[in-house]
């Protein structure tokens, strides 16, 4: 509400008079202090709003941070999938070099097996000892050879006479009853005479 002009004036005066005689009287007037409300006002809104500018940034690196999180776990679990995604890649290639291995092996069995029947069916127990295509000096259907180790000096006449590393070919007995254990019967290559002889004096070639 306004004060009458006529008020205000009448305030005013009264003011001078007062600050006057203050003056005279030595004495300081002091004039009512001015309405300080739209000051603390105005402060209040500031503070207002820089506590509102405040939590807003303290919003905002709250949101960064959960943000920073989301891209690290986002990161991390790209990782993990990366790493299972190898170690499934080197599963299957180890077994698939297990699978190879073993056919590889599998051939090579075969392949053995198939060369063995193969030589087996070209060559005869007496290929394997040595038959007469290979040696013309020996005898038909011998057994197998023999070199002799140490020299034998036949004391019977139905026995043979040989000196170290001369061959002799071993032949069946006429009849094998006469066989006795650890005697052979065979033909010295050297002289060509036939006869038995210790087997201990020999070593089979």
Request: hydrophobic residues 20%; without cysteine; charged residues 50%.
């Amino acid at each position: 509400m306004r004060q009458p002009k006529n008020e205000s004036k009448r305030e005013s005066l009264v003011e001078e008079v007062t600050a006057a005689l203050a003056a005279s009287n030595g004495t300081k007037f002091d004039a009512p202090e001015a309405d300080s409300e739209p000051n603390e006002r105005k402060e209040t809104a500031d503070n207002e709003q820089q506590q509102v500018k405040g939590e807003t940034e303290v919003k905002k690196q709250k949101e960064a941070e959960k943000e920073m999180q989301r891209q690290r776990r986002l990161e991390e679990q790209k990782r993990e999938e990366e790493k299972k995604r190898r170690e499934e890649q080197k599963g299957k290639e180890e077994e698939e070099r297990l699978k190879e291995e073993e056919r590889r092996k599998k051939e090579d069995v075969e392949r053995k097996t198939k060369e063995e029947k193969e030589h087996s069916a070209k060559t005869t127990e007496q290929d394997k000892h040595s038959s007469p295509a290979e040696d013309p000096d020996a005898p038909p259907n011998f057994l197998y050879k023999v070199t002799a180790s140490h020299p034998y000096d036949g004391e019977d006449e139905d026995e043979l006479t040989f000196e170290t590393g001369e061959t002799i070919y071993v032949i069946e007995y006429d009849d094998p009853e006469e066989q006795d254990e650890g005697w052979l019967m065979g033909i010295n290559k050297s002289n060509r005479k036939k006869g038995v002889f210790p087997e201990n004096f020999t070593r089979k070639v």
